[in-house]
């Protein structure tokens, strides 16, 4: 089967890190993407990986290990804006099926 | 046009009735995605379009749901006979290319949705 699993919700404090995971077991793998949606809003890319390593895109982050099924996304120097749902998702072997997580809302709090 | 728009914003429909959503994609984008999103819920993989053929219809629930694409442009989802379940949040999503991995292009570019209200 497929499964992509991500925390529910999580909680922040404005200017800290955090770290949200990802772990996936899907048919074949072409590559991983995060998209942050704020509510009543549609998705927006943030990163993709297909390689293992970490990719940085100023306060965000996100890395990967396909051998693990395993991608985290961190955010830093957390902003109230940053209060969102960010969904994990993979795209299966000819990367015309992506899978995507149920979201996890994160809530940064002053 | 700027980016991918849908319509309608909303659409609430009697059970039983057909609905027909649209989708205008960002224009040279060749792949083309739908997607449902119950509330609370993640993304729910509906169809793919490569340019104007479908090579993964998996996603479609059931045979009441239908999906096309001319030109290689606008695509339109049809559900006929809608049933209550349908309710929900359809978003379309677009990419200038799609399945390659590694090559930049491929992440997807969503409209702002059409949800679907079935009494």
């Known amino acids: 089967g497929q499964n992509i699993d991500q925390p529910t919700e999580m909680t922040a404090t404005e200017g800290a890190i955090v770290q949200i995971n990802c772990t996936y077991q899907?048919?074949?793998?072409?590559?991983l993407f995060w998209y942050q949606q704020h509510a009543g809003e549609a998705p927006t890319f943030l990163s993709y990986?297909?390689?293992?390593g970490l990719e940085e895109k100023g306060r965000f982050s996100s890395f990967l290990s396909r051998s693990k099924g395993y991608s985290y996304l961190l955010l830093k120097e957390l902003q109230m804006k940053d209060s969102a749902s960010y969904l994990c998702?993979?795209?299966?072997?000819?990367?015309?099926?992506?899978?995507f997580g149920a979201g996890t809302r994160l809530f940064v709090k002053a | 046009g700027a980016g991918v728009s849908q319509s309608p914003s909303n659409k609430v429909t009697e059970k039983g009735k057909d609905v027909e959503l649209r989708c205008d994609p960002i224009?040279?984008?060749?792949?083309l995605y739908w997607y449902r999103q119950s509330l609370g819920q993640g993304l729910e993989f509906l169809i793919y379009?490569?340019?104007?053929?479908?090579?993964?219809k998996s996603g479609l629930p059931s045979d009441r749901f239908s999906a096309e694409r001319t030109g290689g442009s606008v695509s339109t989802l049809t559900i006929q006979r809608t049933q209550q379940e349908d309710s929900a949040v359809y978003l379309c999503?677009?990419?200038?290319?799609?399945?390659?991995?590694?090559?930049?292009?491929?992440?997807?570019?969503f409209g702002p949705g059409t949800r679907l209200t079935v009494l």
């Open positions: 899907t048919s074949g793998f072409n590559g």
């Open positions: 999503a677009s990419s200038l290319i799609g399945g390659l991995a590694g090559v930049g292009g491929n992440e997807q570019f």
């Open positions: 224009s040279g984008h060749t792949a």
């Open positions: 998702a993979v795209a299966n072997t000819g990367g015309f099926k992506t899978i």
């Open positions: 379009f490569q340019g104007n053929s479908a090579p993964d």
């Open positions: 990986n297909v390689l293992d």
